[in-house]
């Protein structure tokens, strides 16, 4: 390696057990190498993995393919897993065991810097006094620029005139600082601070200066990541305001705007930008809410009204440059209207819940919270694998990508397309996919072939089961599988946080817990998909495709019993007939004309078809559609009820009224052809 002397500083012999493939609970000898420095790891590993080099350890090396490693993952969650840290949790530094930093050793801009070795601190898990949020601070921050006439504005021309500023610590209602930079006068605006500036640079600087004493945790705003930031650091750089950047937490670290590494379908847009604020969280509300809500229009005053049922100023842009040039009450006319682009995004961040929904994300999987904005499903995954097989000693190896491979998916029950006049009881499987994973022990640790079947000598049905597409795992009996063990724990939990939620009284408290199930719900939903992603860290099909096989025989047997057992000859009034199914559900029309009756027949046909299949396979009675239109598979409308006595809404899956390119007169025409068929039950207006 040419530097070995001072990259590694050792070489272990110890025991562990490959997560791949049963091993007959045994574990082998594997070499630990504890390398000096974090960037050594990788390079250490490729010099192994090729064979680079004039290494060869013998009985270690495997021709030209060189040497199998394991456990690659990056240090950053290397180091947060083997201390049992997680992304927003909380830590403790006990007293006596670190020592406070004086000015000129800091390495930061925060308030308390301390130094303490990674073995005295204590990292809590999220439960009893440690499940609340810490007290973040929360800047949300809009700016203003003067552009010219029908051009927009670019920062090598157009002045930034206005920044407004709200601030607010997380678990308070009310923002403790409302202030607005301004350039050039502007009369008084109540309860908000007004700065005022004769040149944009000294503006400019005062800024940097208010981020860096404000500290705040996260930032927020509204297409921040596309414009006021890039506009902000261009237009500083334009205007030759060296100090502009430096705005970290880090000192001597820039915020720098780059593209962000998040795919353009998931994000909707295609040039999107991502601040390195280091040390500080930035949350853009526009690509938060396009990556969870399907809405027509995302511009701020859209999304306002949609979620806080109100609209912003009315200052148009092209009044912009005019009120600026103005008077000082024209210039307060704009700063009220930046002052509250600056507070709606505050005001929508508590409203979805973003920063109490993605906390309980991060202490769920274990990583940073900034993960969760940059990075997708995979890593949330990976996090708790490696947690789970660290205590267990179970090391993970460092599979190549493959080649994109197929494997058949779900059903679904061809749709005996018409209109329904009757009512049609919907059955769902719980968790489908988890439940599955953990009814059959399917896992990276249990899956077994013939070899290995004959050399331990394991039994049919005793030791292992064939699953439907022929793939072979080992029973509870002989190991119980990690992912049903992660699984479990993540279920286990969503429980204690749904029953904690149905007591808490606090609003507050009441947030942090239903961002809690959301995201237990969220993470076991995860662990199937990764399975079958063969461009993934760690697919494995035949799990994959075992989970599905046995999906598709679960929905079949669904059908066939439910047909078997509600019919005439047995003696009920009418021959159920399952007029549609797909992937976790069925709808089943009993025949029965009122509501109650059919979904009294759609809770005792989910217990009897329950009681056929291993636990925790559930299936639920959910809803009842009446009337229901079933057009084609994935597509059909229907009124949806839960209780007999009012239907809970119009629900349409697949149907032009949801999609967001149609032109309006589309949307309206279906809208109201629906409206006629589903709640007027008009047939004959409708076709009208």
Known sequence: LGQSFTAISSVQLTMRENIYGFQGNQKSYYIKITVTEPKMAARLRSALETGSGSMNYKGMWSGADGILTFDNIQYLLRFM?????????????????????????????????????????????????WAKMAPLRVLSFDIECAGRKGIFPEPNMDPVIQIA??????????????????????????????LEFEKEEKMLDAWRDFVEKVDPDVIIGYNIANFDFPYLLDRAKHLKCTGFPYWTRLK?????????????????????????????????????????????????????????????EDVHHTMITELFNGTPDSRRRLAVYCLKDAYLPQRLMDKLMCLVNY?????????????????????????????????????????????????????????????????????????????????????YTTLLNKSSVEKLNLKKDEDYIVTP?????????????????????????????????????????????????????????????????????????????????????MIEKTKQEVEARYTIANGYSHDAEVIYGDTDSVMVKFGVTELADAMKLGEEAADFVSSKFIKPIKLEFEKVYFPYLLINKKRYAGLYWTNPNKHDKMDTKGIETVRRDNCLMVQNVIETVLNKILIDRDIDGAQE
């Open 165 to 194: 500023n709200v601030v607010t610590r997380y678990g308070e209602t009310k923002p403790f600082i409302r202030n607005v930079f301004v350039l050039d006068t502007c009369s008084l605006i109540v309860n908000t601070q007004i």
């Open 81 to 129: 897993i083997d201390t049992g840290l997680a992304g927003m949790a909380w830590v403790e530094a006990i007293a006596g065991k670190y020592r406070l930093l004086g000015q000129s050793q800091r390495l930061s801009n925060c308030q308390i810097e301390a130094s303490v070795d990674y073995r005295d601190m204590i990292a809590h898990p999220p439960n009893g006094e």
């Open 252 to 312: 001597g670290f820039k915020t720098e705007a780059k593209d962000a590494n998040f795919s353009s379908k998931q994000m909707g847009n295609r040039d999107t930008k991502a601040t390195n604020t280091n040390g500080r969280i930035q949350l853009d509300l526009l690509q938060l809410v396009q990556r969870d809500h399907q809405l027509r229009s995302y511009t701020l005053n859209s999304v306002s009204y949609e979620f806080l049922k109100e609209q912003k």
């Open 359 to 443: 906390t309980e994300m991060a202490r769920v999987t274990g990583v940073p919270f900034n993960f969760l904005l940059s990075r997708g499903q995979q890593v949330k995954f990976i996090s708790q694998l490696f947690r789970k097989a660290r205590e267990q000693q179970l090391v993970i190896p460092n599979s190549k990508p493959q080649d994109e491979q197929d494997y058949e998916g779900a059903t679904v029950i061809e749709p005996k397309r018409g209109y329904y006049g009757v009512p049609v009881a919907t059955l769902d499987f719980a968790s489908l996919y988890p439940s599955i994973i953990q009814a059959h022990n399917l896992c």
């Open 469 to 553: 597409n022929g793939d072979m795992f080992c029973t509870t009996k002989v190991r119980k599988g990690l992912l049903s063990q992660i699984l479990e724990e993540l279920l286990s939990a969503r429980k204690r946080a749904k029953k904690e939620l149905a007591t808490e009284t606090d609003s507050f408290k009441k947030a942090v817990l239903n961002g809690r199930q959301l995201a237990l719900k969220v993470s076991a939903n995860s662990v199937y998909g990764l399975t079958g992603a063969t461009v993934g860290k760690l697919p494995c099909l035949p799990i994959a495709s075992s989970t599905t096989s046995y999906g598709r025989q």
